[in-house]
Protein backbone atom coordinates (compact mmCIF):
# COMPACT_ATOMS: atom_id res chain seq x y z
CA UNK A 1 0.00 0.00 0.00
CA UNK A 2 3.04 2.56 1.02
CA UNK A 3 4.62 1.55 -2.01
CA UNK A 4 1.20 2.59 -4.39
CA UNK A 5 1.12 5.82 -2.74
CA UNK A 6 4.47 6.87 -3.41
CA UNK A 7 4.28 5.61 -7.33
CA UNK A 8 1.63 8.15 -7.00
CA UNK A 9 3.19 10.88 -5.59
CA UNK A 10 6.24 10.34 -8.57
CA UNK A 11 3.77 10.46 -11.20
CA UNK A 12 2.24 13.27 -10.03
CA UNK A 13 3.09 16.45 -11.39
CA UNK A 14 5.02 18.99 -9.40
CA UNK A 15 2.80 22.14 -9.70
CA UNK A 16 5.09 25.28 -10.21
CA UNK A 17 5.52 27.54 -7.30
CA UNK A 18 3.62 30.86 -8.23
CA UNK A 19 6.65 32.76 -8.47
CA UNK A 20 7.49 30.86 -11.46
CA UNK A 21 4.17 31.81 -13.17
CA UNK A 22 4.91 35.25 -12.43
CA UNK A 23 7.97 35.56 -13.95
CA UNK A 24 7.14 32.91 -16.76
CA UNK A 25 4.03 35.60 -17.61
CA UNK A 26 6.07 38.81 -17.54
CA UNK A 27 3.59 39.74 -14.26
CA UNK A 28 0.62 38.89 -16.04
CA UNK A 29 1.19 40.50 -19.76
CA UNK A 30 1.69 37.07 -21.25
CA UNK A 31 -1.89 36.81 -21.15
CA UNK A 32 -3.20 39.87 -23.10
CA UNK A 33 -4.64 39.31 -26.06
CA UNK A 34 -4.12 39.48 -29.18
CA UNK A 35 -0.60 38.90 -29.64
CA UNK A 36 1.00 37.85 -25.96
CA UNK A 37 4.65 38.18 -27.35
CA UNK A 38 4.31 41.79 -28.40
CA UNK A 39 2.46 43.02 -24.77
CA UNK A 40 5.34 40.95 -22.70
CA UNK A 41 8.10 42.83 -25.03
CA UNK A 42 6.42 46.17 -24.38
CA UNK A 43 5.91 44.94 -20.60
CA UNK A 44 9.61 44.03 -20.52
CA UNK A 45 10.95 47.12 -22.20
CA UNK A 46 8.83 49.05 -19.57
CA UNK A 47 10.85 47.26 -17.02
CA UNK A 48 13.91 47.39 -18.73
CA UNK A 49 13.33 51.58 -18.58
CA UNK A 50 12.70 51.50 -14.94
CA UNK A 51 15.19 49.34 -14.07
CA UNK A 52 17.64 51.27 -15.90
CA UNK A 53 16.72 55.08 -14.31
CA UNK A 54 16.50 52.87 -11.09
CA UNK A 55 19.73 52.04 -10.79
CA UNK A 56 21.26 55.42 -12.26
CA UNK A 57 19.09 57.21 -10.17
CA UNK A 58 21.54 55.60 -6.91
CA UNK A 59 24.77 57.11 -8.09
CA UNK A 60 26.54 53.60 -7.84
CA UNK A 61 29.82 53.10 -9.52
CA UNK A 62 28.48 49.04 -10.01
CA UNK A 63 24.85 50.78 -11.65
CA UNK A 64 26.66 50.15 -15.10
CA UNK A 65 27.89 46.32 -14.55
CA UNK A 66 24.16 45.84 -13.25
CA UNK A 67 22.75 47.13 -16.26
CA UNK A 68 24.87 44.55 -18.12
CA UNK A 69 24.66 41.80 -16.11
CA UNK A 70 20.84 42.26 -15.52
CA UNK A 71 19.63 40.17 -19.25
CA UNK A 72 22.13 37.80 -18.57
CA UNK A 73 20.36 37.21 -14.81
CA UNK A 74 16.75 37.63 -16.36
CA UNK A 75 18.08 34.37 -18.30
CA UNK A 76 18.87 32.14 -16.05
CA UNK A 77 15.54 33.56 -14.02
CA UNK A 78 13.37 32.53 -16.94
CA UNK A 79 14.79 29.32 -17.85
CA UNK A 80 14.08 28.51 -14.55
CA UNK A 81 10.46 29.42 -14.20
CA UNK A 82 9.87 28.70 -18.04
CA UNK A 83 10.65 24.94 -17.34
CA UNK A 84 8.64 25.05 -13.75
CA UNK A 85 5.87 25.74 -15.84
CA UNK A 86 6.32 23.59 -19.06
CA UNK A 87 6.75 20.98 -16.59
CA UNK A 88 3.17 21.78 -15.03
CA UNK A 89 1.39 22.47 -18.02
CA UNK A 90 2.79 19.98 -20.35
CA UNK A 91 3.12 22.63 -23.23
CA UNK A 92 6.47 22.85 -25.25
CA UNK A 93 6.14 26.79 -25.08
CA UNK A 94 2.98 27.83 -24.65
CA UNK A 95 2.09 31.63 -25.77
CA UNK A 96 1.52 32.86 -22.35
CA UNK A 97 5.01 32.52 -21.19
CA UNK A 98 6.24 35.84 -22.26
CA UNK A 99 9.67 35.96 -20.08
CA UNK A 100 11.60 34.97 -22.52
CA UNK A 101 10.79 38.11 -24.22
CA UNK A 102 11.86 40.41 -21.94
CA UNK A 103 14.90 38.61 -21.92
CA UNK A 104 15.48 38.64 -26.03
CA UNK A 105 14.27 42.25 -25.54
CA UNK A 106 17.04 43.12 -23.02
CA UNK A 107 19.92 41.91 -24.63
CA UNK A 108 18.61 43.78 -27.77
CA UNK A 109 18.61 47.11 -25.69
CA UNK A 110 22.23 46.75 -24.21
CA UNK A 111 23.69 48.45 -27.02
CA UNK A 112 22.14 51.94 -25.29
CA UNK A 113 23.72 51.86 -22.63
CA UNK A 114 26.95 52.82 -24.68
CA UNK A 115 25.88 55.44 -26.33
CA UNK A 116 27.19 58.31 -24.06
CA UNK A 117 24.97 61.76 -24.38
CA UNK A 118 26.33 64.86 -23.50
CA UNK A 119 23.10 67.17 -23.84
CA UNK A 120 19.53 66.14 -22.95
CA UNK A 121 17.65 64.40 -26.16
CA UNK A 122 14.29 64.94 -27.02
CA UNK A 123 11.71 62.76 -26.55
CA UNK A 124 11.59 62.00 -30.54
CA UNK A 125 15.14 60.77 -30.33
CA UNK A 126 14.53 58.92 -27.14
CA UNK A 127 11.46 57.12 -28.98
CA UNK A 128 13.67 56.36 -32.09
CA UNK A 129 16.21 54.94 -30.47
CA UNK A 130 13.73 52.60 -28.41
CA UNK A 131 11.63 51.29 -31.05
CA UNK A 132 14.53 50.22 -32.87
CA UNK A 133 15.63 47.36 -30.64
CA UNK A 134 12.18 46.35 -30.10
CA UNK A 135 11.34 46.01 -33.75
CA UNK A 136 14.54 43.99 -35.00
CA UNK A 137 14.04 42.19 -31.67
CA UNK A 138 10.49 41.54 -32.66
CA UNK A 139 11.30 40.60 -36.27
CA UNK A 140 14.15 37.47 -35.37
CA UNK A 141 11.67 36.39 -32.92
CA UNK A 142 8.80 36.27 -35.40
CA UNK A 143 11.07 35.15 -38.43
CA UNK A 144 13.62 32.43 -36.56
CA UNK A 145 16.32 32.53 -38.93
CA UNK A 146 19.01 30.01 -38.72
CA UNK A 147 20.55 29.49 -35.03
CA UNK A 148 17.18 30.73 -33.64
CA UNK A 149 15.02 28.47 -34.99
CA UNK A 150 16.89 25.90 -34.06
CA UNK A 151 17.56 26.98 -30.14
CA UNK A 152 13.98 26.35 -29.83
CA UNK A 153 14.15 22.91 -30.52
CA UNK A 154 15.83 22.30 -26.99
CA UNK A 155 14.22 20.95 -24.42
CA UNK A 156 12.25 22.47 -21.53
CA UNK A 157 13.16 26.52 -20.40
CA UNK A 158 16.53 26.30 -22.42
CA UNK A 159 14.32 25.85 -25.52
CA UNK A 160 11.92 28.23 -24.61
CA UNK A 161 14.22 31.19 -23.93
CA UNK A 162 17.47 30.49 -26.01
CA UNK A 163 15.75 31.38 -29.26
CA UNK A 164 14.28 34.82 -27.65
CA UNK A 165 17.79 35.52 -26.64
CA UNK A 166 19.74 34.79 -29.58
CA UNK A 167 16.88 37.24 -31.62
CA UNK A 168 17.82 39.74 -28.87
CA UNK A 169 21.37 38.95 -29.79
CA UNK A 170 20.94 39.45 -33.56
CA UNK A 171 19.19 42.28 -32.74
CA UNK A 172 22.15 44.02 -30.61
CA UNK A 173 24.60 43.34 -33.38
CA UNK A 174 22.12 46.09 -35.52
CA UNK A 175 21.07 48.26 -32.61
CA UNK A 176 25.06 49.16 -32.31
CA UNK A 177 25.67 50.53 -35.34
CA UNK A 178 22.13 52.07 -35.78
CA UNK A 179 22.20 53.61 -32.31
CA UNK A 180 25.29 55.31 -32.97
CA UNK A 181 24.23 56.76 -36.45
CA UNK A 182 21.33 58.02 -34.89
CA UNK A 183 23.44 60.06 -32.07
CA UNK A 184 25.35 60.95 -34.68
CA UNK A 185 22.79 61.83 -36.50
CA UNK A 186 20.91 64.12 -33.78
CA UNK A 187 24.01 66.14 -33.06
CA UNK A 188 24.52 67.00 -36.76
CA UNK A 189 21.02 68.25 -37.43
CA UNK A 190 19.45 69.09 -34.24
CA UNK A 191 16.09 70.85 -35.79
CA UNK A 192 14.97 67.18 -37.55
CA UNK A 193 14.50 65.93 -33.33
CA UNK A 194 13.14 69.15 -32.19
CA UNK A 195 9.71 68.65 -33.49
Known amino acids: MASAANETERKAPRLAPRLAWWLATGFGSGHLRPAPGTWGSLAGLAAWLLLVAGLRRTGSPLAPWALLAAPLLLTLLAVWAAQRVVEETGHKDPSFIVIDEWAGLWFALTPLLFTATLQPQPWSLWTARLVAPFMLFRLFDIWKPGPVDHAQRLPGGWGVVL ?33
Do not use: I, N
Not at 184 to 191: I, V, Y
Open 163 to 195: DDVLAGLLAALLVWPLDQWLGAHSLRHPELWMR
